[in-house]
């Protein structure tokens, strides 16, 4: 199994930058894909971006391309997402997720097997 911890959520202006962490223990981490994924309140809960265990591979959602970097630091057993020029709609709560099925960063939230319990963003105005 595999645990996962985030952390780096606050509230943050709009236009403002922050960074998000998430810590992940069990089984080896390095081989897993990893995503994150966001939930608005009264909304369902969406993909935001993935990364693959090894190459360089990157998945993004639309509405965050250009804005946020995902990355990871397979020593440290730590992926980070990277926020910037945040907007207010990306007031959520923010999961980590892994994929222990595929190396691969896929969009498909039933992909994924193992989430964190979230950390909150808050864009004010």
């Known amino acids: 199994q595999v645990q996962l911890v985030e952390s780096g959520g606050g509230v943050v202006q709009a236009g403002g930058s922050l960074r998000l962490s998430c810590a992940a223990s069990?089984?080896?981490?390095?081989?897993?894909?990893m995503g994150w994924f966001r939930q608005a309140p009264g909304q369902e809960r969406e993909f935001v971006a993935a990364?693959?265990?090894?190459?360089?591979?990157?998945n993004y959602a639309d509405s965050v391309k250009g804005r946020f970097t995902i990355s990871r630091d397979n020593v440290k057993n730590t992926v980070y997402l990277q926020m910037s020029s945040l907007k207010f709609e990306d007031t959520a709560v923010y999961y980590c997720a892994a994929n222990t099925a595929s190396s691969m960063p896929t969009r498909r939230q039933n992909e994924y097997d193992y989430w964190g319990q979230g950390t909150q963003v808050t864009v004010s105005s």
């Open positions: 990364i693959s265990w090894n190459r360089p591979i990157t």
């Open positions: 069990g089984r080896t981490f390095s081989r897993y894909a």
